[in-house]
């Protein structure tokens, strides 16, 4: 299929288009570059053997949206195009809406205008927000605390509502976790702009010498060390859910399918800068002796001690589950990381 990918060139897009070219989609993105780079689209087509056509637009701009559209046919959708930044979306929460919802609605008014009926979201585990109870099910209650999981779970409620409007439009939503890691090759991988708002990108910048320390918020959570547990997913495993999503629209209609992409396991914050540690180690021997000092700060406001996937439901779905460990999580990060300490920008 020819599918149109928002967001294509980001960190979570840009693996995703690989994957995609893997099953034998024709892969075009759009993405208006204020969070992402043209070098990671360009190393990404050489990964593929392919080449990824961009069309640098904001999805705020509707009338540009439909001319894209209209001067060419998609089989499907993959959304990923949003802000996403927790912190900052509390501080501004209007450019959150204004980007991501209306960016949305967008979407999907040329989606239905021109006749493009298959769809695949990147939505976040977020919703869940402070669960009763964890491993977190599809089916828990959503309490979401930040305007950033507000705005994904109002998008996922205008693609119900486009789904039951039409009965031939067709749709999964993908909760994630924690996507972290990087390509095995090393030249593709995250780089965040300013002071990572993840845990992973962090540690690198502080291993590779970009930081001092890592600031660990709350070593008195009710967790096995104190600190808290998430669900850490390689993103390459995040990246073929997309296009084993993708594939089950070509060949059967999901009415707004919501599925968790996480392992099903909790990690703490000190079990995986420990095990970032020694996968270093074992991988890199010039990196040896190389530690992340960290520092126990207070508890950041909204955080919950624990929080991991019950993925279930993707497996008996389409057929996905992930397939890489922590190890392999924390060798690929470093891999990109140590090959390119300023991220994109030195490149």
Same mark, same amino acid.
């Given at each position: 299929?020819?599918?149109?990918?928002?967001?294509?060139?980001?960190?979570?897009?840009?693996?995703?288009?690989?994957?995609?070219?893997?099953?034998?989609?024709?892969?075009?993105?759009?993405?208006?570059?204020?969070?992402?780079?043209?070098?990671?689209?360009?190393?990404?087509?050489?990964?593929?053997?392919?080449?990824?056509?961009?069309?640098?637009?904001?999805?705020?701009?509707?009338?540009?949206?439909?001319?894209?559209?209209?001067?060419?046919?998609?089989?499907?959708?993959?959304?990923?195009?949003?802000?996403?930044?927790?912190?900052?979306?509390?501080?501004?929460?209007?450019?959150?809406?204004?980007?991501?919802?209306?960016?949305?609605?967008?979407?999907?008014?040329?989606?239905?205008?021109?006749?493009?009926?298959?769809?695949?979201?990147?939505?976040?585990?977020?919703?869940?927000?402070?669960?009763?109870?964890?491993?977190?099910?599809?089916?828990?209650?959503?309490?979401?605390?930040?305007?950033?999981?507000?705005?994904?779970?109002?998008?996922?409620?205008?693609?119900?509502?486009?789904?039951?409007?039409?009965?031939?439009?067709?749709?999964?939503?993908?909760?994630?976790?924690?996507?972290?890691?990087?390509?095995?090759?090393?030249?593709?991988?995250?780089?965040?702009?300013?002071?990572?708002?993840?845990?992973?990108?962090?540690?690198?910048?502080?291993?590779?010498?970009?930081?001092?320390?890592?600031?660990?918020?709350?070593?008195?959570?009710? &967790?096995?060390?104190?600190? *808290?547990?998430?669900?850490? @997913?390689? #993103?390459?495993? +995040?990246? =073929? %859910?997309?296009?084993? $999503?993708?594939?089950?629209?070509?060949?059967?209609?999901?009415?707004? &399918?919501?599925?968790?992409? *996480?392992?099903?396991?909790? @990690?703490? #914050?000190?079990? +995986?800068? =420990? %095990?970032?540690?020694? $996968?270093?180690?074992?991988?890199?021997?010039?990196?040896?002796?190389?530690?992340?000092?960290?520092?126990?700060?207070?508890?950041?406001?909204?955080?919950?001690?624990?929080?991991? %996937?019950?993925?279930?439901?993707?497996?008996?779905?389409?057929?996905?589950?992930?397939?890489?460990?922590?190890?392999?999580?924390?060798?690929?990060?470093?891999?990109?990381?140590?090959?390119?300490?300023?991220?994109?920008?030195?490149?």
């Amino acid at each position: 299929m020819k599918i149109l990918v928002t967001g294509g060139a980001g960190y979570i897009g840009s693996h995703s288009c690989i994957e995609l070219a893997a099953s034998n989609h024709q892969v075009v993105i759009l993405d208006n570059l204020c969070n992402a780079s043209l070098v990671s689209i360009a190393r990404a087509e050489k990964l593929a053997g392919t080449r990824f056509p961009l069309h640098r637009i904001d999805l705020r701009d509707g009338e540009a949206v439909h001319r894209l559209f209209e001067r060419e046919h998609f089989d499907a959708v993959v959304h990923f195009a949003a802000l996403k930044a927790v912190g900052e979306s509390v501080e501004k929460p209007l450019d959150y809406y204004d980007n991501n919802v209306v960016g949305s609605i967008h979407l999907l008014q040329a989606m239905r205008a021109h006749g493009c009926k298959r769809l695949v979201f990147s939505s976040s585990a977020t919703v869940y927000g402070n669960p009763d109870s964890v491993p977190v099910n599809e089916d828990a209650p959503l309490r979401v605390t930040n305007p950033y999981g507000r705005t994904k779970l109002v998008t996922e409620d205008m693609i119900r509502d486009a789904c039951a409007a039409d009965p031939q439009f067709s749709a999964i939503l993908l909760r994630y976790f924690n996507p972290v890691g990087a390509h095995p090759s090393g030249e593709i991988g995250e780089d965040p702009r300013g002071i990572p708002n993840n845990l992973m990108p962090y540690i690198c910048q502080v291993a590779v010498g970009r930081r001092d320390h890592l600031g660990v918020f709350g070593g008195d959570w009710p &967790t096995v060390d104190g600190t *808290g547990v998430r669900d850490y @997913i390689h #993103v390459v495993d +995040l990246a =073929r %859910a997309h296009a084993d $999503a993708i594939n089950a629209l070509e060949y059967a209609r999901h009415p707004a &399918t919501t599925l968790n992409l *996480g392992t099903g396991q909790g @990690i703490s #914050v000190l079990q +995986l800068v =420990r %095990a970032f540690e020694q $996968a270093r180690v074992r991988a890199f021997e010039q990196a040896s002796g190389r530690k992340v000092p960290c520092e126990i700060v207070a508890r950041r406001a909204g955080d919950v001690a624990a929080v991991y %996937a019950d993925p279930r439901r993707a497996k008996e779905v389409i057929g996905w589950q992930a397939a890489r460990g922590v190890d392999e999580m924390c060798v690929d990060a470093w891999r990109w990381q140590s090959r390119n300490p300023e991220g994109y920008g030195a490149a």
